[in-house]
């Protein structure tokens, strides 16, 4: 019985990304990543998002001067799940029927959805990424947190593949996976930068928690050259810290 009310949950909240995801263009104005409709004018274009320009605590942001603290480890407890890969018209997004969850200090948070940029939103000391993920969780609260994966050229990307392979070319459409293991994205270690910031796409909504992962991954330029046909550029620039703290573990 529980079981089932968990597998009609979080149908929902699939059901949930895909509507607000794709409807948005319906009741909310249409934003992208170039003028006149890019990162500059999101806070502009609707009050919905107004923390766009106004919001003090946005992402992504330049990870520089670090605090180095006692972090907690991240505790991954992941499992393979069927899923979906949707083109939003913004991105290529993975939302698994039950992929496990994520376990920080401040709780337990389950695995919503992942998805890609390029180039990366997050750089470290001022370097850049080819691509990033971010693998997106949210827990009982509905407060979210994610985990950004930074990807640079080198080897194949057996894992990236299967979404490679099935990542639907018109916005709008959706591909089922049979099975899916977001486990094999991470590299071995999962030393961390943590801080607290935003989404990084309309409305900048704020109080999600950040973990960027320090170890980076690899895609063929093969692999980066098949996104980018898709989406050249679906990248936020990096926002002011405004006194906020980065912390690293040790
Ligand atoms: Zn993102």
Same mark, same amino acid.
């Given at each position: 019985?529980?079981?089932?009310?968990?597998?009609?949950?979080?149908?929902?909240?699939?059901?949930?990304? *895909?509507?607000?995801?794709?409807?948005?263009?319906?009741?909310?104005? &249409?934003?992208?990543?170039?003028?006149?409709?890019?990162?500059?004018?999101?806070?502009?274009?609707?009050?919905? *998002?107004?923390?766009?320009?106004?919001?003090?605590?946005?992402?992504?942001?330049?990870?520089?001067?670090?605090?180095?603290?006692? =972090? &907690?480890?991240?505790?991954?407890?992941?499992?393979? $799940?069927?899923?979906?890969?949707?083109?939003?018209?913004?991105?290529?997004? =993975?939302?698994?029927?039950?992929?496990?969850?994520?376990? =920080?200090?401040?709780?337990?948070?389950?695995?919503?959805?992942?998805?890609?940029?390029?180039? $990366?939103?997050?750089?470290?000391?001022?370097?850049?990424?080819?691509?990033?993920?971010?693998?997106?969780?949210?827990?009982?609260?509905?407060?979210?947190?994610?985990?950004?994966?930074?990807?640079?050229?080198?080897?194949?990307?057996?894992?990236?593949?299967?979404?490679?392979?099935?990542?639907?070319?018109?916005?709008?459409?959706?591909?089922? =996976?049979? $099975?899916?293991?977001?486990?094999?994205?991470?590299?071995?270690?999962?030393?961390?930068?943590? *801080?607290?910031?935003?989404?990084?796409?309309?409305?900048?909504?704020?109080?999600?928690?950040?973990?960027?992962? !320090?170890?980076?991954?690899?895609?063929?330029?093969?692999?980066?050259? &098949?996104?980018?046909?898709?989406?050249?550029?679906?990248?936020?620039?990096?926002?002011?810290?405004?006194?906020? !703290?980065?912390?690293?573990? !040790?």
């Amino acid at each position: 019985m529980k079981k089932q009310l968990l597998g009609a949950t979080l149908t929902l909240i699939i059901a949930g990304v *895909y509507t607000t995801t794709w409807a948005s263009p319906g009741h909310l104005p &249409a934003w992208s990543y170039t003028a006149p409709t890019g990162p500059e004018n999101w806070g502009d274009l609707h009050g919905e *998002y107004a923390l766009c320009s106004s919001g003090k605590v946005q992402s992504p942001i330049d990870i520089n001067d670090a605090t180095v603290t006692a =972090l &907690a480890p991240l505790v991954f407890s992941y499992q393979p $799940s069927a899923a979906t890969v949707l083109n939003n018209g913004h991105t290529i997004q =993975l939302s698994p029927t039950d992929s496990g969850s994520l376990t =920080l200090a401040s709780g337990n948070y389950s695995f919503v959805q992942m998805h890609f940029h390029t180039p $990366s939103e997050e750089s470290i000391q001022g370097r850049t990424y080819p691509m990033d993920a971010h693998l997106v969780h949210r827990n009982a609260a509905g407060e979210l947190a994610v985990v950004a994966l930074l990807f640079e050229e080198g080897a194949h990307n057996p894992a990236l593949e299967v979404i490679l392979a099935a990542m639907p070319t018109v916005a709008g459409d959706v591909v089922n =996976l049979e $099975s899916i293991d977001i486990a094999a994205f991470l590299p071995a270690s999962h030393h961390y930068y943590a *801080y607290m910031g935003s989404l990084t796409t309309p409305p900048c909504a704020e109080g999600v928690r950040w973990q960027v992962l !320090s170890s980076v991954v690899q895609l063929s330029s093969a692999q980066l050259r &098949a996104f980018q046909a898709l989406y050249p550029m679906n990248a936020r620039p990096v926002q002011p810290l405004n006194g906020r !703290s980065v912390h690293v573990g !040790s």
